[in-house]
């Protein structure tokens, strides 16, 4: 089956903490990974995909085929991190078609 | 550019009627794919459009059905509304034949109440 999981629905820290997201997939195949985030009154955006390896707003993700993950990271968070984090997947052969999990919010405090 | 336009922002409607939502993809964007967005919940693939066939399909009923357009704009239907069809439907165009590596851009949503 293919399905994303992202255990922590809210998940709050203070600012300057290091932040961790998680993800977990279970794809047959080759996965294309993808993170999006919806900040306040926002549309849904891509923030980084793995296929890309680069770093956005200092958040990092590294797809680890061993363990099926592709959790979010960054170092220090910073309040205008405070979103809703989606995890999504798609496969090479999918057309496009997107997968999500069910989200995680990140409340940063000041 | 306006990037990706739904409308209506907001709808309610009584159980058992038919709605239709609208989605204009971003500006030089030719694939279009329709989600659903339970309260909650991230967003579940609904159908994919492109050259103004349905393309691929997700685990969602007849009831659902979609149209595009030669200006690949985009409309998606839902016959005998049930309460568990409220939620926020969601429009996502990509260019170039909706090819994975092409990112998705994302509408703000039309939000349909059923009661």
């Known amino acids: 089956a293919q399905r994303v999981t992202q255990p922590e629905k809210l998940l709050s820290v203070f600012k300057g903490a290091p932040v961790e997201l998680k993800c977990n997939y279970s794809?047959?195949?080759?996965?294309?990974l993808f993170w999006y985030v919806q900040y306040s009154r926002q549309r849904l955006q891509l923030l980084l995909r793995?296929?890309s390896r680069e770093s956005i707003k200092g958040f990092t993700a590294d797809l680890n085929k061993g363990e099926t993950s592709f959790h979010l990271k960054k170092p220090f968070a910073q309040e205008e991190d405070s979103a809703m984090y989606y995890c999504?997947?798609?496969?090479?052969?999918?057309?496009?078609?997107?997968?999500f999990g069910q989200g995680t919010e990140l409340s940063v405090k000041p | 550019d306006a990037g990706v336009t739904q409308s209506p922002t907001h709808l309610i409607k009584t159980r058992g009627q038919q709605v239709t939502l609208r989605c204009s993809p971003k500006?030089?964007?030719?694939?279009v794919s329709w989600y659903q967005q339970a309260l909650g919940q991230g967003p579940q693939f609904i159908f994919q459009?492109?050259?103004?066939?349905?393309?691929q399909r997700g685990n969602f009923p007849d009831r659902f059905s979609g149209h595009q357009f030669p200006n690949y704009s985009s409309e998606l239907n839902v016959n005998a509304l049930l309460l568990g069809d409220s939620a926020l439907y969601l429009c996502?165009?990509?260019?170039?034949?909706?090819?994975?590596?092409?990112?998705?851009?994302f509408g703000q949503g039309t939000r349909l109440t059923v009661v």
């Open positions: 996502a165009s990509r260019g170039r034949g909706g090819r994975v590596n092409t990112e998705a851009f």
């Open positions: 794809y047959s195949g080759s996965p294309e």
């Open positions: 793995h296929i």
């Open positions: 999504a997947l798609s496969g090479y052969n999918q057309g496009g078609k997107l997968i």
């Open positions: 500006s030089g964007h030719d694939t």
């Open positions: 459009y492109y050259e103004e066939e349905e393309r």
